[in-house]
């Protein structure tokens, strides 16, 4: 029997109705999931904080145990998981895998958490025995979108877990199965207990259930940062912790001493990777005023020369976008920005939701594709004449994601980062990189800072309690 197998996708009926599962590149339907409501959440949320009592307890290697289990099933179910992630969420296969091995990582790493030292011994005034310890907090809300599903689901579901809470994961209903219900499965077999990994894919009304919830102290968040302000907000009135990721439109500043013919490569892996679907896609580049003519060459070239097609039948290089809604928003900001004078260098078509990668020269802080978050793949390029004039261009944005910044002088290029206000800083690399063993976060309208990876996870998922012990009762005047 396979791990995924359509008859045991969801263990019992939810009250939000039948989707359908559907591949974009072809429109055909994969099978059919059914969506939560709100009722399905508040279910969910008390049975986890009822397992999650007695996970708490269970001695650290047990726990580990069950982690590194699911990291070594990611692997010995790539085929089936691989064609997954490529069906449902038009990945190629070079991104599908990189999910899976991102996947199994994350669960090695969680399993690390789980002995990690938990807490201080303190001085006291008084003659006791005084110390902190960390404590999960209870049960997580895991709010993941479809763009990476896999990753983006279970960097917060792994540590999560291991660090003895319960779970309730919310995935995008676009990519239920790959970015949802395969954790599910994932879990069950690597011997997970009943009850703690709760996964309901649904829309807005779960969302906002999910956040509410008093069982559910901590949300774990990632999507657009519109829709990451309201989770903020609501998460702040419920008086619990809301971790935000959310969107970007971070820079690649290419210096007048870096080496042009290396840079193409890496600009267009940082613009057109899974159509530009990635949160830290490079949105604008920044080109020094004597390469820009050959680089909008260079790159436009590069641009017409990459295959898009159904990834699933097809060698390519990028695939289709997720839905039709997508393909609006990023041809409607592409039409805009050549309304207000860019010029359109490559791409700028489409076939159904095959997107071609798309070049926009002549841009400045007014062309829509530049100023705004595409999540598409379009790259806007600028030219600077000066460091300082790049550093302004760079910083001037609301987002604070990721900075690419490429030089034949590393030294120099950390000294240039160093005045843009960003999360993550990439020197001679694009601006799409991820590591489980790294933090990850964004400022700004990029988010509330790094909250995945390593320490991160700890301060993430577990509250810091205060414990004292005297040998007698303490006496005191009254």
């Given at each position: 029997m ?5 008859r045991t996708?969801?263990?019992r ?6 989707y ?5 590149a072809t429109?055909?339907t994969?099978g059919?999931?059914?969506l939560a409501?709100a009722?399905?959440?508040a279910?969910?949320?008390?049975a986890?904080?009822?397992a999650q009592?007695?996970?708490a ?5 047990v726990r580990a ?6 990291g070594d ?8 998981l ?11 296969p070079g ?6 091995h ?6 090695y790493e969680a ?5 990690r ?7 006291s005034?008084a003659?006791r025995?005084s110390y ?5 907090v ?5 709010i ?7 990753i983006l ?8 877990l291991?660090l003895g809470n ?6 995008d209903?676009?990519t239920a ?5 395969s954790?599910a499965?994932v879990?069950a077999?690597?011997?997970l207990?009943e009850?703690?990994?709760h ?6 009304e779960?969302?906002q ?13 990632t999507g ?15 008086l ?5 990721e959310?969107?970007g439109n971070?820079?690649?500043i290419?210096l007048e001493d870096a080496?042009?013919?290396?840079v193409?490569?890496t ?7 899974h159509?530009?679907?990635i949160c830290?896609t ?5 080109v020094?005023?004597s390469?820009?003519?050959?680089y ?8 017409d020369?990459?295959a ?5 039948r ?5 695939g289709p976008l997720i839905?039709?809604?997508q ?5 409607g900001?592409?039409e805009a920005s050549?309304s ?6 490559a791409?700028?078509t ?8 798309t070049?926009l020269?002549g ?7 530049y ?5 598409g793949?379009v790259?806007?390029v600028?030219?600077?004449?000066t460091a300082d ?8 944005s609301?987002y604070?994601l990721?900075?690419g910044i490429?030089?034949?002088d590393?030294a120099?290029?950390?000294?240039l980062?160093e005045?843009?206000p960003?999360g ?7 601006t799409v990189?991820?590591?489980a063993?790294?933090p990850?976060g ?8 790094a ?10 998922f ?5 414990t004292?012990v005297r040998?007698?009762?303490a006496?005191?005047?009254?």
């Open positions: 396979p791990l995924l197998d359509p996708w969801q263990p009926t939810l009250a939000g109705g039948e359908a599962v559907t591949e974009p429109g055909d994969l059919s999931v059914t409501g009722e399905d959440i279910t969910a949320a008390e986890a904080r009822t009592t007695e996970w307890r269970v001695p650290h290697f145990s069950v982690l590194r289990k699911a099933l990611f692997t010995a179910h790539a085929d089936e691989r064609e997954w992630l490529v069906r449902e969420s038009g990945s190629i991104k599908a895998d990189f999910e899976l991102v996947a199994a990582q994350e669960c399993a690390a958490l789980a002995s030292p938990a807490g201080q011994v303190l001085p005034e003659p025995l902190t310890r960390r404590v999960p209870g049960v997580v809300g895991v993941a979108p479809f763009n990476a599903p896999l689901s279970i960097r917060s579901v792994a540590p999560a291991a319960g779970v309730v994961l919310k995935p209903p676009r199965i790959c970015g949802g219900l954790l499965a879990f077999e690597a011997g207990p009850g703690l990994l996964v309901l894919p649904g829309g807005p779960a969302g259930a999910l956040v509410a919830d008093p069982r559910v102290p901590v949300i774990s968040f657009s940062t519109g829709a990451g302000r309201a989770v903020g907000e609501a998460a702040g009135r419920h619990k912790r809301a971790h935000l959310l969107g971070s820079a690649l290419v080496d042009i013919e290396a193409i490569s600009a267009a892996w940082g613009s057109f990777f159509q530009g679907q830290m490079t949105g604008r580049h920044l020094h005023e390469l820009y003519e050959e909008v060459e260079r790159l436009a070239a590069k641009a020369a990459l898009v097609g159904d990834p699933h097809a060698q390519v290089h990028l839905d039709a809604g393909l609006g928003k990023v041809h900001l592409v050549t207000r004078g860019a010029k359109l260098a791409g700028g489409h076939e159904q939701l095959f997107y071609r990668p070049v020269a841009v400045d802080d007014d062309t829509p594709a100023a705004e978050e595409v999540f793949p790259a806007p600028r030219p600077f004449a004039e790049a550093a302004a261009l760079a910083a001037a609301s604070g990721s900075l490429v030089t034949g590393a120099r290029g950390l000294d980062a005045r843009i960003t993550i800083v990439h020197i001679n690399d694009q990189n991820d590591e063993v790294a990850f964004g400022i700004a309208a990029s988010g509330t800072g909250r995945f990876g390593g320490e991160a996870n700890l301060e993430a577990t509250d810091v309690r205060w004292t040998g007698d009762v006496a005191y005047p009254f």
